[in-house]
């Protein structure tokens, strides 16, 4: 579970996150990443999982998982920053392994893009 602070809530931060962030996808999810320019809040994660993945089951059980990679990923990301991981249907099917890889490939194409401006490459 994420703490309460790096949790992102309330929907004008997501879709600041979405639309200044950088985004970068891979084929069983999409991140966005964006600074919010405050270095001494701790970052904060939000997670989309629409019903094309699955039913309720399925999209709870990815929910579950990508909150666990996440979790064990906020040290990686700058003070104040929002990450938005949207999941891809292929993520009903894949494995923990395989988000994981996907969303190190994802923050590490969106961080390294975040030096610049812009959006990361797909």
Known sequence: MLPADQRLTRPDSFRRAVKAGGRSGSRT???HL???GTSTA???VGLVVSKAVG???VRNRVKRRLR???RARTALL???SLLVVRAQPPA???SSEELGADLDRCLERSLGADAGSG???R
Do not use: D, K
Request: no cysteine; charged share 10%.
């Open 92 to 94: 009903a099917a894949a």
């Open 42 to 44: 701790p970052p904060q």
């Open 55 to 57: 039913n309720a089951v």
């Open 68 to 70: 666990h990679l996440a």
């Open 119 to 121: 959006r990361a490459e």
């Open 29 to 31: 999810l999409v991140t």
């Open 34 to 36: 964006a600074s919010t």
């Open 78 to 80: 700058p003070g104040g």
